[in-house]
């Protein structure tokens, strides 16, 4: 199977973050808006009990983490990003060449593009195995 590194040949993704600044956002403390947005969510997992979720929708990974990654492509494809949040960590699994994306961000411990890549195998390992057991079955 190819591997496409999408970003391997950009040398212009340096600013990357300068695309959060709006001319009216200036004198906005981003990083205290994204550990504030955070807190709230894990605040509301202890309320309710909830030990982890996993948040899919690009909308809903950018409110905990301010990571964003292809928002349109994703909002009209299947889940390809995921974030993982528990109360002491926080894994973005990303698109393959695309964990660059999150460095800097201070709501993400982890970028975990290669175990994304592994549970995309796993699943498929897992649907090829479940295919040969219907067959074996006479399914």
């Avoid at 040398?11 to 994204?34: F, H, K, N, Q, Y």
């Avoid at 928002?71 to 974030?83: C, E, I, L, M, T």
């Avoid at 894994?91 to 994304?116: I, M, N, P, W």
């Amino acid at each position: 199977m190819t591997v496409l590194d999408w970003h391997a040949e950009r040398s212009d993704l340096t600013d990357l973050a300068l695309l959060d600044r709006a001319p009216e956002s200036g004198g906005i403390d981003l990083p205290a808006v994204r550990r504030y947005r955070q807190a709230r969510v894990r605040a509301e997992m202890t309320k309710r009990g909830i030990a982890a979720v996993v948040l899919m929708d690009p909308v809903n990974i950018r409110y905990p983490t301010g990571t964003r990654n292809m928002q349109v492509f994703s909002q009209r494809n299947g889940p390809a990003r995921y974030h993982l949040l528990t109360e002491h960590r926080s894994v973005l699994f990303e698109f393959t060449g695309c964990k660059h994306l999150a460095a800097g961000y201070e709501t993400v411990d982890q970028g975990a593009s290669r175990a994304h890549r592994e549970l995309c195998r796993g699943r498929a390992r897992h649907r090829r195995s479940r295919a040969r057991l219907g067959e074996s079955n006479g399914g």
